[in-house]
């Protein structure tokens, strides 16, 4: 279980509540940076206060950059730095987690990234984002051998 501070100097006495995630991960955060999350807020106070709070559309990855996110909403930092370098995939993912978490900065934040895209070339795209999964500019020699390929029916 990830125990996550918040940068108070007195963790002890502040309250915890154990956030566990679809995939299992478990969370233990104080209150105050979970209330962050209107969601959280509203199933905290509909369990009356109960210490495990189940997150069903969140993995562990993703909710650990959200609690980035809350650590840095609190000390206001440039929070553009967080999504800066994260694939794609992930900003996807934040954009469920933000929106199931009801973390409205944090979804202007991505929605925000994603409209930086408008009016980009493919290269400027590829350059601007991180992809974590081998999307590569291809070579002049590969564009044409895959056209090749491609014209006589070949598998690519």
């Known amino acids: 279980m990830a125990n996550i501070s918040d940068g108070e100097e007195n963790n002890t006495t502040s309250k915890k509540i154990t956030l566990k995630t679809f995939d299992g991960v478990k969370f233990e955060v104080p209150e105050a940076m979970a209330k962050v999350s209107q969601t959280i807020r509203d199933i905290f106070k509909a369990d009356c206060g109960k210490s495990l709070i189940l997150l069903p559309m969140v993995t562990g990855t993703t909710f650990a950059l959200v609690i980035e996110y809350c650590k840095k909403h609190a000390s206001i930092v440039d929070l553009e730095e967080l999504i800066d ?39 400027e795209i590829r350059r ?29």
Do not use: W
């Not at 995939?89 to 925000?112: G, P, R, S, V, Y």
């Not at 991180?130 to 390929?149: D, I, P, V």
């Open 85 to 123: 370098h994260v694939s794609m995939l992930t900003i996807f993912e934040l954009i469920i987690a933000a929106h199931f978490l009801k973390i409205n900065k944090l979804m202007d934040l991505i929605c925000q990234k994603m409209a930086d895209i408008d009016g980009k070339s493919p290269e």
């Open 128 to 156: 601007g984002i991180y992809f974590a999964n081998g999307f590569t500019l291809r070579t002049e020699e590969e564009k044409a051998e895959l056209r090749h390929r491609m014209i006589l029916g070949l598998d690519f």
